[in-house]
């Protein structure tokens, strides 16, 4: 009877420490990542990469907080730009989320609706009151029902690529009309590369697809979303998907670009297996990095129909937010201002990113840069032909939806209308 | 405490008849772990498991089966809505295709992996020289993550520089991941590639279980090669083959990573298969809703194959 009582007891141990186990780890799983001795900032940026000068950069101004702080510090973890957002949706539901993010202004009101950033409104705001015009980004882009979400550290402009030394030996000129594009690239295809690089698969969620189909229309004097509403199936987009079919027709760009998104572009761009693209500023640098590259990378405004003007460009940038789970909002605030001076904005100048302070462009540290020129040309076509990029909270499945339906338009001979329609009902109806 | 008592004994003067019989099991309640041991044990020893099976497997599949009954808004579980989901995507073109697609992806699989798996295991199984180093080889696929071989695949078969792109042919240019015929054909080929090292290494073992008497046998009543293979080999082999085919049925109709980074659905839609639907669904829109009745799809045709993969097992022992 004594041993049975003693294996009842066991037994009755053994559960408990199991029970207490398991309450123990799920309990530890809940607390906050804000430790308050640390910081932690989530972005797509890796500070040490070797290819990219914006890690450089950031990982120069992040040492230089750390050193200056008398606060906490911080420390960066990097995460692909596919994953981040449903990375950071994911942690903060579980209260592990950052005590700062980066956010792509388009994902911001994604990020706005699933709850994973707080508004800064009361310290944001008194600071971009003080810097009035010299903030170039739209401050109405970051701020969500009176609150302001986050704080854009980069703007960027939509440009045409071209491999100037590609052209050259095609003895092909640079085009100023969206014809001549077509035109131009049909020639360079024919000396056994892609003449322009679109990318047409659903890799980023056709990203790169959206970031031309947005200002073609806009140029065909169409738009994207009207108060949330799919406005696309009109004249207007119908026209911009006619354009890529004539492209494709006449051998600008072949049936390969449907396996490329932006990434595949950008490598096919430094390869020299692409000769001209649009793509944004903000990769210009790291493209230019790649071997043999240099010079040759050449940018212009892109054109429209008309070689007076160029198409508008879209108005994005990455921003910087305080995590719904961060616990000392002073502190990670405190960094942000920190991010989006101009002695850091410097840097990223420097690492071929648009500041978005305009008396940054003056500073002696970005006139004295190598392409402090062309920074200023971007600057010059964001402002005279600058508008601000269509987002919403479900953009990423109507950017999704978009390239499949222009897949089946261009290479499959659907209907541009009949698609473009069913698109846009299937996003309104959401 | 109880005794079990064992009726017909010798020392009760029954004559013995045939081989001792087993004795019943006991009837008692709560005796699970033996006659002496107490209720509060065999309950300790067995609580554990319950409790890790159940945090491990059972909640996440009623957690899922009950998101897919309702709206979601990110994370956050909103109103009630039945089988919506589901109706959806049976009843949808787009949900029918990836059905489609994802049957001729696992089923395609198989048809490839099982045959040379088991091809492989019966060449890894002769006295060979260098066997072990085949071993080694054939196994390395095995040990690369599914992203890796993706993006070594897409390199492979680069039409413009990939060591395997076709690309310029008198048929015309040749890019695997530009048509979506191509597409479903190659990623059948990665997946078979990745994963038929584990399936050879299951009938290897399974074919050094063979007495190699039987095998001698049917070689002195005359039987060649391939009639030892079929008659003897095969047979004895079928309880693997049938586990092989339930491990990998699994594998294929779950298989994420390799669909997302080598064709990432496209082109076209080609390769988009319901595994790829619920997590696009679930971590790149948040309809989690929508995603968890992806997954709980996909549940069920894993339970059906393994259960028709079981039966049948089950029917050719009985027969």
């Given at each position: 009877m004594r041993s049975g009582k003693i294996r009842n007891a066991a037994a009755a141990v053994l559960a408990t420490t199991l029970a207490v186990s398991v309450v123990g780890c799920a309990s530890g799983s809940g607390e906050s990542s804000a430790s308050g001795e640390e910081l932690e900032m989530w972005t797509f940026l890796d500070p040490n990469s070797p290819d990219d000068p914006r890690g450089a950069a950031l990982n120069s101004i992040v040492e230089s907080y750390n050193e200056q702080t008398d606060g906490p510090t911080v420390t960066v973890r990097s995460i692909n730009y596919a994953k981040l957002d449903a990375e950071v949706i994911k942690a903060t539901a579980s209260g592990q989320g950052p005590d700062i993010l980066n956010v792509y202004s388009n994902q911001l009101p994604m990020h706005v609706a699933a709850q994973t950033v707080q508004p800064m409104?009361?310290?944001?705001?008194?600071?971009?009151?003080?810097?009035?015009?010299?903030?170039?980004?739209?401050?109405?882009?970051?701020?969500?029902?009176?609150?302001?979400?986050?704080?854009?550290?980069?703007?960027?402009?939509?440009?045409?690529?071209?491999?100037?030394?590609?052209?050259?030996?095609?003895?092909?000129?640079?085009?100023?009309?969206?014809?001549?594009?077509?035109?131009?690239?049909?020639?360079?295809?024919e000396t056994g590369v892609t003449g322009l690089g679109v990318g047409f698969s659903n890799a980023g969620l056709g990203a790169d697809f959206m970031e031309k189909f947005i200002p073609f229309t806009w140029g065909n004097g169409g738009d994207i979303l009207v108060d949330g509403e799919a406005v696309?199936?009109?004249?207007?987009?119908?026209?911009?998907?006619?354009?890529?079919?004539?492209?494709?027709?006449?051998?600008?760009?072949?049936?390969?670009?449907?396996?490329?998104?932006?990434?595949?572009v950008i490598n096919g761009v430094k390869a020299g297996t692409i000769a001209m693209a649009i793509e944004g500023s903000f990769r210009v640098a790291a493209a230019r990095a790649g071997d043999g590259v240099g010079d040759n990378l050449q940018t212009a405004p892109m054109p429209s129909s008309d070689a007076a003007q160029p198409l508008q460009t879209p108005i994005a940038g990455q921003t910087l937010t305080i995590g719904a789970n961060a616990t000392d909002t002073d502190a990670a605030w405190d960094f942000i201002e920190y991010y989006t001076s101009a002695q850091s904005q410097e840097e990223f100048a420097a690492a071929g990113v648009l500041p978005v302070?305009?008396?940054?462009?003056?500073?002696?540290?970005?006139?004295?840069?190598?392409?402090?020129?062309?920074?200023?040309?971007?600057?010059?076509?964001?402002?005279?032909?600058?508008?601000?990029?269509?987002?919403?909270?479900?953009?990423?499945?109507?950017?999704?939806s978009l390239v499949t339906g222009a897949q089946q338009v261009v290479f499959q001979g659907q209907d541009p209308a009949a698609t473009l329609e069913r698109v846009a009902e299937e996003y309104n109806a959401q | 405490m109880a005794i079990a008592v064992h009726p017909g004994t010798e020392e009760q003067g029954a004559p013995p008849a045939g081989p001792p019989t087993p004795p019943p099991p006991p009837r008692g309640k709560g005796r699970g772990v033996g006659d002496k041991s107490p209720l509060g044990l065999s309950w300790g020893l067995v609580l554990p498991s319950i409790i890790v099976v159940a945090?491990?497997?059972?909640?996440?599949?009623?957690?899922?089966?009950?998101?897919?009954?309702?709206?979601t808004s990110y994370m956050q579980i909103g109103e009630f809505i039945g089988l919506q989901h589901f109706i959806w995507i049976f009843t949808s073109a787009e949900g029918q295709a990836q059905i489609a697609r994802s049957l001729i992806y696992v089923v395609g699989s198989l048809v490839i992996a099982v045959p040379l798996s088991l091809a492989l295991a019966n060449l890894l199984n002769q006295n060979v020289r260098f066997r072990r180093v085949f071993r080694v080889l054939i196994l390395m696929p095995w040990v690369i993550s599914q992203t890796v071989a993706a993006l070594l695949w897409k390199w492979l078969v680069n039409p413009d520089y990939g060591p395997l792109g076709l690309g310029e042919t008198p048929f015309g240019r040749i890019d695997f991941l530009a048509d979506p015929v191509l597409a479903m054909t190659l990623l059948i080929v990665v997946n078979v590639w990745i994963s038929y090292p584990l399936a050879t290494i299951l009938c290897l073992a399974s074919l050094q279980t063979i007495p190699e008497e039987l095998r001698e046998a049917a070689e002195v009543d005359g039987a060649g090669p391939f009639r030892r293979f079929m008659q003897v080999t095969l047979p004895l082999m079928k309880p693997t083959l049938f586990v092989v085919a339930i491990q990998l049925t699994l594998l294929y109709f779950n298989m994420v990573t390799l669909v997302y980074t080598l064709t990432g659905g496209g082109p076209l839609d080609g390769t988009n298969l319901l595994s790829l639907a619920a997590f696009k669904q679930s971590f790149e829109f948040f309809n989690l809703g929508l995603g968890a009745a992806y997954s709980v799809v996909l549940f069920a045709f894993n339970v059906l194959f393994g259960a028709a993969y079981i039966r049948l097992l089950r029917s050719e022992r009985n027969g």
């Open positions: 409104t009361e310290y944001a705001e008194p600071v971009l009151s003080e810097m009035g015009d010299d903030f170039l980004f739209p401050v109405d882009g970051v701020t969500f029902d009176g609150e302001i979400m986050a704080m854009p550290w980069e703007i960027r402009a939509w440009l045409l690529w071209y491999r100037e030394d590609m052209l050259e030996e095609a003895g092909v000129e640079v085009p100023q009309t969206l014809d001549e594009l077509g035109d131009a690239a049909a020639a360079l295809s696309f199936d009109d004249e207007a987009g119908v026209e911009t998907m006619n354009t890529f079919i004539e492209w494709h027709d006449q051998g600008a760009f072949g049936d390969e670009v449907l396996s490329m998104g932006a990434d595949e302070l305009s008396t940054v462009y003056e500073s002696e540290a970005v006139t004295s840069l190598p392409n402090a020129d062309e920074l200023n040309s971007w600057l010059d076509y964001i402002r005279d032909y600058g508008r601000p990029n269509p987002v919403s909270e479900n953009f990423s499945e109507l950017s999704d | 945090v491990v497997s059972i909640f996440p599949i009623v957690y899922a089966v009950n998101l897919s009954l309702h709206e």
